[in-house]
Every structure is written in C-alpha cells, then in structure tokens.
C-alpha cells in the first residue's frame, strides 16, 4: 500500500514539472460591443515564474495563485470548458479550473448573461447569441 502511495505520488509531482508548475490566468471579453458581450477567464499552464496573485477569494471559497497575463505553456494543449450553474459565476469553478490547468489543461469559463451571480435577467437569458459566431 505504502508503494502505491509512493508511486501515485511520484506521478504527481512529474505532472506538475512535465506541464509547468504555474498557472496563468487571463480574463477578456468575447462578442465586446454587442449586446451580449461574454465575459470570459482562461486559466492554462506556464513556465513563467512572475510574481503571482490570489483570485476568487471571497466567504465561500479559498481563492488560487495565478499569473496574470502569462504566456501559455503550450500551444498544444487540451481545453476544457466550465459551465457555471444557475446563479453562479466564473469563480465558483476557480478551484476546479486551476487545478486542471495544473495539470496540463487550458480551461474557458463564461458568465451566462441573465443567470450568473450579479446579473439575473430573463429577458438576457431567453436570448440566443446575438453577436458574430466565430
């Protein structure tokens, strides 16, 4: 049993140096200027070693160390993307998304405009995208 343990963690800690040990950590805004811009965070993998900073902290969850702005590990590399529930937002999932991007992954998460934390409009969550498709 010790053995395993040993070997599990051993993985562990390859993972972590084979994809970088940092997470970098953007946030931009897609379809800006329409009428239903989305707000997007991207956590992904970096070398870089700047100086990191606490996102997402609040009463309910323990924020993570990110680098802001950092260049990507990889350019190729996995994505996962994250959908928040009902009410909820980007950073309920922070913890989640920066472990995977520990771990190698790039991560997306949009705010759905009407059902997200602070903005709860119906009229904004019955409509379908109303900006260009990429």
């Not at 990191?52 to 924020?63: L, R």
């Amino acid at each position: 049993m010790i053995k395993q343990c040993l070997i599990l963690v051993s993985i562990s800690l390859l993972s972590l140096h084979a994809f970088g040990a940092h997470v970098g950590f953007q946030q931009f805004q897609l379809y800006e200027g329409t009428s239903r811009p989305l707000n997007t965070s991207v956590w992904y993998p970096t070398t870089q070693d700047n100086p990191t900073e606490t996102i997402a902290e609040n009463i309910a969850f323990v924020g993570t160390q990110v680098i802001k702005n950092a260049s990507i590990l990889s350019s190729k590399t996995r994505l996962v993307v994250l959908s928040h529930g009902y009410r909820g937002n980007w950073k309920n999932l922070n913890w989640l998304a920066s472990r995977l991007a520990h771990n190698g992954y790039v991560v997306a998460s949009v705010n759905h405009p009407g059902t997200t934390t602070f903005n709860t409009s119906p009229d904004l969550a019955k409509q379908w995208c109303s900006g260009p498709m990429i």
